[in-house]
T-cell receptor, first 114, second 113 residues
Framework: AQKITQTQPGMFVQEKEAVTLDCTYD???????LFWYKQPSSGEMIFLIY??????QNATEGRYSLNFQKARKSANLVISASQLGDSAMYFC???????????FGKGTRLHILP | DSGVTQTPKHLITATGQRVTLRCSPR?????VYWYQQSLDQGLQFLIQ???????AKGNILERFSAQQFPDLHSELNLSSLELGDSALYFC????????????FGPGTRLTVT
């Protein structure tokens, strides 16, 4: 069974609008972590944000925030005031603390339109 | 620049051959992770080392092996290469054994012909 599901293979968004990238996960563990990474066309992987399963507050890092809904097993990435440089592939990932393996979703390609 | 270095950047080799990919983690990071990114499989976690010891194992083939040396750099050895091993291989590092954030190197693009 797929542990990380990103249902949006591609998205087109107008510059300066907010963007929500969906991510749902599947785990029976109580202790886990959720990550978002950005991969621009240049190929490097850039860490964006982390949320622990026990964190009560949603994680935020600058224009990025993680909308963590534990009961729904959802960890959506919100990018506020999108910029052209946000065009990239975005990956959601999960680490289950019991074995520390990290599983990635298939990604969402985000296109920001001028 | 994440501070993680990987060499070589590109590697072209023939089927059946063996190659070694090298990774130097960020200064102070004790964990090294290896990932394979291919078009059909996506991004796959291969293996993690923490302070010289294997800590977690993912979808790593038996033809592949890795190690982390006392100076914390790591090598990923790929042997009996097949066409399907063509991929981008990333190394990442983090401070501790349990990863809260990982910093990725630029990757090594392996092409098997």
């Amino acid at each position: 069974a797929q542990k990380i599901t990103q249902t949006q293979p591609g998205m087109f968004v107008q510059e300066k609008e907010a963007v929500t990238l969906d991510c749902t996960y599947d785990t029976s563990d109580q202790s886990y972590g959720l990550f978002w990474y950005k991969q621009p066309s240049s190929g490097e992987m850039i860490f964006l944000i982390y949320q622990g399963s026990y964190d009560e507050q949603n994680a935020t890092e600058g224009r990025y925030s993680l909308n963590f809904q534990k009961a729904r097993k959802s960890a959506n990435l919100v990018i506020s005031a999108s910029q052209l440089g946000d065009s990239a592939m975005y990956f959601c990932a999960m680490r289950e603390d019991r074995d520390d393996k990290i599983i990635f979703g298939k990604g969402t390609r985000l296109h920001i339109l001028p | 620049d994440s501070g993680v270095t990987q060499t070589p950047k590109h590697l072209i080799t023939a089927t059946g051959q063996r190659v070694t990919l090298r990774c130097s983690p960020r200064s102070g990071d004790l964990s090294v992770y290896w990932y394979q990114q291919s078009l059909d499989q996506g991004l796959q976690f291969l293996i993690q080392y923490y302070n010289g010891e294997e800590r977690a194992k993912g979808n790593i083939l038996e033809r592949f092996s890795a190690q982390q040396f006392p100076d914390l750099h790591s090598e990923l050895n790929l042997s009996s290469l097949e066409l399907g091993d063509s991929a981008l291989y990333f190394c990442a590092s983090s401070v501790g054994g349990v990863s809260y954030e990982q910093y990725f190197g630029p990757g090594t693009r392996l092409t098997v012909t």
